[in-house]
């Protein structure tokens, strides 16, 4: 098993690692931030500690893809990879940088190719480790049964993984097994109360499930942020109140639209409007955004997968047409 500890020993440094772990676990952007800062101490204490250097890359690509849009993004991006390719220049074996690079290869980059073969590579190094990272691959390849099978393969070696319970409750609803996501979403508030994502994901199976009342209940819980202004507005879309439903929308599109295109491509799809939720994904590519990586296990948006253009999409971003994935009736 690969070491976490800084080669050197001090114990300074990893003091400062094990406390950037501890935050970097609670997903929220607060606490990925405070995660940034003890990372950058631990390299700054050790400039060689590779480990620290795959984390801190890692947490300034979680805060680009999730929480920030334009020149910042673009910014946490390019210092991700540096910091990303700077571990790997000090320890060419190590799975958790290679772990990290396929993140921003998938989410920043959308190389799907390359991404699958970083994430085996980080596998074969850490066969214990990596299983969420080969899952979320899978996954936006279209693979939704072997993105599930790998997360529940991996979770009993790190029952506290709010992100792999995350993605279950993403994946499952593709396989059509609506409540066993909800579970998922629950388990990973439990673990995690303050999870932005995890909240956003329980409205969104409520939504596809057709439960507004209950959908808009959880949005109205999220915390004011994108996040919550999404999930209010898919709560809201498939409830019997159309004026309050195109209200939510306008606004989640006028606050968020340059960081949340994809998401707002998915309210679209609620909406059955074909015409707009093909508009919105081509501006989600032109973003970048990293939601792009959801779009073959996405049921909503799978209605429309014999749309011609959703072919032509697929070609653009690179992606496969062919998905296990099942798209709501």
């Known amino acids: 098993m690969q070491s976490d500890r800084p080669p050197s020993g001090n114990l300074a440094a990893y003091s400062d690692f094990l406390q950037g772990s501890f935050y970097a676990r609670r997903e929220t952007e607060a606490d990925q931030r405070k995660a940034i800062d003890y990372f950058t101490g631990a390299t700054r204490i050790d400039p060689d500690y590779a480990v620290a250097w795959a984390a801190l890359g890692g947490e300034q690509a979680i805060i680009a893809g999730n929480y920030v849009g334009g020149s910042e993004a673009a910014q946490r991006w390019e210092k991700a990879r540096a910091d990303v390719k700077h571990a790997l220049r000090l320890d060419p074996q190590l799975a958790m940088a290679y772990d990290r690079y396929t993140f921003i290869l998938i989410s920043a980059d959308h190389d799907w190719k390359r991404a699958e073969a970083e994430a085996q590579r980080a596998h074969q190094l850490a066969p214990d480790k990596a299983y969420y990272t080969l899952a979320t691959v899978q996954g936006a390849l279209g693979h939704a049964q072997k993105a599930v099978d790998l997360l529940r393969h991996g979770l009993p070696t790190d029952p506290l993984c709010v992100g792999c319970y995350d993605y279950l409750a993403r994946y499952l609803p593709a396989l059509g097994k609506f409540d066993a996501a909800a579970q998922a979403a629950r388990k990973a508030l439990q673990i995690n109360p303050e999870s932005y994502f995890s909240r956003a994901q329980l409205t969104y199976i409520y939504a596809m499930q057709g439960n507004a009342a209950v959908a808009l209940q959880a949005a109205q819980q999220e915390p004011p942020s994108g996040w919550r202004d999404g999930a209010l507005a898919m709560a809201l879309q498939i409830g019997g109140d159309r004026a309050a439903a195109d209200a939510a929308l306008q606004t989640a599109i006028a606050k968020d639209a340059g960081d949340s295109a994809y998401q707002i491509a998915e309210i679209y799809a609620l909406r059955r409007d074909p015409d707009y939720m093909f508009k919105w994904l081509d501006r989600a590519n032109q973003n970048r955004d990293p939601g792009i990586e959801l779009l073959l296990t996405d049921p909503p948006v799978l209605r ?26």
């Not at 429309?304 to 009736?329: E, I, S």
């Open 304 to 329: 429309y997968k014999n749309d011609p253009r959703f072919a032509a999409f697929c070609k653009k971003v690179g992606l496969p047409t062919t998905t296990d994935a099942k798209a709501l009736p």
